[in-house]
């Protein structure tokens, strides 16, 4: 199968809001199940271990006109639990048994009890992570929460969660991260092969797909890539991040490329990539995720970190491995986690000798000039900095 074909196939899945894919799973054998998630993290081996499939929800994007989801939030928020709940209110999600929200920001927290609220014939669970990285306290904790979820889905599965069934699943997923590390890694070392507008189409197929599947998925699109050669322009490597929840346009990131930029390293989807090493598959399978979670998981704005001089080593190590030359932060506007963190990375950078610009978005953005002038301008002053 071509670059093409594969890309093309990932954008269908991308562009159907309606779920095609995910009653096409449910349908090829009745009575499974689907369970989806907001962004950024759930431990999904737990949904994959009870024979159900977990799908990503990262709103409606700039394909859905909100409408009713606006009565329900005042205007000084983010757009995706707006678009969100459109896509529940307009029967989109029909298709899911439940969702889980995770403890990104107190507006997905307030959205999980109108999820409760409004569709009370649906599981639902506000997943808590930890924010204390301790194993006796965080991880007992997480613990504690992974239990209560793994309870759940066996109610509402009907099926015993084995420990065995736990580690098959751990299995899967350690192979789906492995890919998606192999797809980063190659991005970085030829990004002129696997542009990022391409590369985010892929990775949100994982949104809708069985996980095997996509990792089938991704390594055919690497394979792919390398058989058909591309040409290769001066751009300005940069790290792009800030864009972990509430998720840019596909317009805005090909404006990005446009403009001049080759994106090398990103925070897009952080389900697939948060835990940065591979989860052990013996032993006590929910302390394994527990720690793989508290200890060698990426750090991110809504993964806070108490320790002052640990803030911002994930970008460095970023900006270091994949060989950037800058920084473009890209968060969604009203989003607390990102801006609030911005100052901090901001000031890291500086200190550091790093270029690095700065803009906030809406899923739905439309107006792309801006962002395309700052970024073309942004990478300009890169060429001109490395030159001089």
């Known amino acids: ?46 949904v994959h271990a009870a024979g159900m499939l977990p799908v990503g929800i990262f709103g409606g994007g700039d394909q859905l006109e909100v409408i009713q989801g606006d009565a329900y939030y005042q205007s000084y928020i983010c757009r995706i639990p707006r678009s969100t709940l459109e896509l529940g209110l307009t029967g989109r999600l ?99 092969q696997a542009p990022t507008s391409e590369m985010y189409l892929v990775l949100r197929a994982g949104c809708v797909l069985p996980p095997e599947e996509h990792t089938a998925l991704i390594r055919k699109y690497l394979v792919s890539c390398e058989e058909q050669q591309r040409p290769q322009r001066d751009n300005a490597r940069v790290v792009l991040t ?7 346009p596909l317009g805005l990131i090909k404006s990005i490329e446009i403009a001049g930029c080759y994106v090398v390293d990103d925070d897009f989807q952080l389900c697939q990539s948060m835990l940065l090493e591979e989860v052990p598959t013996t032993g006590d399978p929910l302390e394994a995720l527990s720690k793989a979670f508290l200890h060698r998981s990426a750090q991110t704005s809504s993964k806070y970190d108490e320790k002052k001089e640990d803030k911002g080593k994930h970008l460095l190590r970023q900006v270091k491995t994949r060989g950037a030359e800058g920084v ?37 953005t439309g107006q792309m000039a801006p962002i395309r002038e700052q970024t073309g301008t942004f990478a300009d002053s890169i060429k001109l900095w490395s030159a001089a």
């Not at 095609?20 to 737990?46: H, N, S, T």
């Open 94 to 192: 029909d298709c899911l048994d439940g969702m889980l929200f995770p403890s990104i920001c107190d507006v997905i927290r307030n959205l999980s009890g109108m999820w409760q609220i409004m569709f009370k014939d649906k599981y639902v669970k506000y997943f808590d992570l930890p924010q204390n990285y301790d194993d006796s306290t965080g991880g007992t904790f997480y613990i504690h929460e992974m239990s209560a979820l793994r309870s759940d889905l066996e109610k509402l599965s009907n099926k015993k969660i084995t420990d065995e069934d736990l580690r098959n699943s751990i299995a899967v997923y350690n192979d789906n991260r492995r890919a998606v590390r192999e797809l980063y890694a190659y991005r970085a070392q030829k990004p002129w």
């Open 328 to 364: 473009i932060f890209a968060a969604a506007s009203f989003c607390d986690p990102a801006l609030l963190e911005r100052p901090m990375l901001l000031e890291i950078l500086a200190k550091h000798k790093i270029p690095y610009t700065a803009f906030k978005y809406a899923e739905n």
């Open 242 to 248: 800030g864009s972990f929840c509430e998720q840019p």
């Open 1 to 46: 199968m071509s670059v093409r074909e594969l890309v093309k196939r990932c954008e269908a899945l991308f562009d159907d809001l309606e779920l095609g894919a995910v009653k096409q799973w449910k349908a090829a054998q009745p009575g499974r199940k689907a369970i989806g998630y907001l962004p950024i993290y759930v431990p999904r081996e737990i």
